[in-house]
């Protein structure tokens, strides 16, 4: 089974913010390959699927960014899950907007809910898709930043990428993750 990470913030008033590029690639995952999410449990909810012949579990934590570990540990050992086995979808403010960076390991770069990961996971060794958010320009705080809206101009860039960060899942379910980052990574 490949489990699938989105990371985000729940609650109304974050849904379409940067912070939650993560949670829009699982709702994006979950309309094209028809898995509800509607599963809660380890502070989180998700839906189970088979897509191609893999079983996937789709996972939206629900314990704000900082903490998302404690969704994510619990999950893997529930289901007795590799590290390998785990993908995690976020934002990432060193990228532009509109690219996607794949890698196999990497420290967390300043992000919290990256962080949480691999203190819960104890390695920083687990396959991620990092989605360009840009920094701020104009001196605004990075928080209020991450927790604010994508722009009219950048919405079809933002789109295209959740697309592109779903392609790049899907092919993670029958090819190894190397193999899917070079064809994803430019």
């Given at each position: 089974m490949k489990v699938l990470v989105g990371l985000g913030n729940?609650?109304?008033q974050y849904e379409e913010t940067r912070h939650n590029i993560g949670f829009?690639?699982?709702?994006?995952l979950a309309d094209r390959w028809s898995i509800p999410l509607t599963q809660s449990k380890f502070k989180g909810i998700f839906g189970q699927g088979v897509v191609n012949g893999e079983k996937v579990l789709l996972v939206k934590p629900l314990?704000?960014?900082?903490?998302?570990?404690e969704t994510?540990?619990?999950l893997l050992d529930f289901y007795k899950l590799e590290i390998e086995d785990l993908v995690v979808i976020y934002d990432d403010l060193d990228l532009p907007v509109g690219k996607l960076r794949l890698r196999q390991k990497g420290s967390a770069g300043?992000?919290?809910?990256?962080?949480?990961l691999i203190a819960h996971l104890?390695?920083?060794n687990f396959n991620r898709i990092r989605m360009g958010i840009d920094r701020p320009t104009n001196g605004q705080s990075i928080s209020d930043y991450v927790l604010g809206r994508f722009s009219k101009e950048e919405r079809p860039d933002i789109d295209a990428t959740v697309k592109k960060a779903a392609e790049a899942c899907e092919e993670a379910l029958s090819k190894d993750f190397l193999q899917v980052m070079n064809t994803f990574n430019q």
């Open positions: 729940p609650g109304r829009m690639v699982i709702d994006e314990t704000y960014m900082n903490l998302s570990g994510v540990r619990p300043g992000h919290n809910g990256i962080k949480s104890q390695t920083q």
